[in-house]
């Protein structure tokens, strides 16, 4: 019986090893920054669950069909709400699409990763918070999809979309057609991803039976020496 109860933890230790693991990032929280100037930065940097994160800003230039056309750096402002966007005109520190100058958080990861919510953490009273997701493989862009008229707090991403570099911004069109055409603006402070585990060794798969035929060959062995008894 005990040597079923290891096989049972050995298998279980595989199973958990194959599952996707959740990691939230506290955007409000970095590591470490790079070209800061007051509540303005280059970049961020996080750590969380083993994985590691960099922020950067970027606003598209204008373009409605092509969010990275004309696409240029900029800054990314921290404050109480979250992160946002410093670039030409807008509103200082919000992600926002004021006339079609669209901003973006780039995240890239130490690896792949599928994200699963985005935590708005400020939305002007007067803007709206259309949000649009994409995700960078190799030179594409894919979109990933939108959260319309997202609320404070937790956002699920329903998607199943694996990469190392995300887009987060407001509404932009090539991303699909808005229920509207206010103008979008907000702030994120947390982001959830879930990372799949790297798979163990197939050595483990062999102790895991190597287990169960040690019980096997010592139940058989006790059932001999019960009959020649």
Same mark, same amino acid.
């Given at each position: ?62 373009? $409605? ?88 707090? $937790? ?6 979309? /694996? ?19 206010? !103008? ?10 879930? @990372?799949?585990? @790297? ?5 483990? !798969? ?13 139940? /058989?062995?006790?059932?001999? /020496?019960?009959?020649?008894?």
């Amino acid at each position: 019986m005990k040597y079923t109860k290891w096989i049972g933890a050995a298998l279980l230790v595989c199973a958990g090893q194959v599952s996707a693991l959740a990691v939230d990032f506290d955007l409000l929280n970095p590591v470490s920054t790079e070209g800061s100037r007051g509540n303005y930065s280059d970049a961020l940097d996080y750590q969380s669950g083993g994985l590691g994160l960099r922020v950067t800003g970027w606003s598209s230039g204008g373009d $409605r069909y092509n969010p990275l056309a004309g696409i240029s750096s900029a800054q990314v402002g921290m404050n109480a709400g979250g992160l946002g966007v410093e670039r030409r005109g807008g509103v200082r520190g919000n992600i926002d699409n004021l006339a079609l100058d669209f901003d973006f958080l780039m995240l890239e990861f130490d690896s792949a990763v599928s994200l699963s919510s985005v935590g708005v953490g400020y939305i002007p009273r007067y803007a709206d918070s259309d949000v649009s997701i994409g995700a960078i493989d190799e030179f594409s862009v894919w979109s990933v999809g939108n959260i319309y008229d997202a609320e404070l707090g $937790r956002n699920d991403v329903d998607t199943t979309f /694996t990469a190392s570099t995300w887009l987060i911004g407001a509404f932009h069109p090539m991303f699909g057609i808005s229920q509207d055409f206010s !103008w979008d603006a907000f702030r994120i402070d947390q982001i959830s991803v879930n @990372v799949s585990a @790297v798979p163990l060794p197939a050595s483990v !798969w062999f102790f895991a039976t190597g287990l169960a035929l040690l019980g096997y060959f010592r139940r /058989t062995s006790s059932r001999r /020496t019960s009959s020649a008894a």
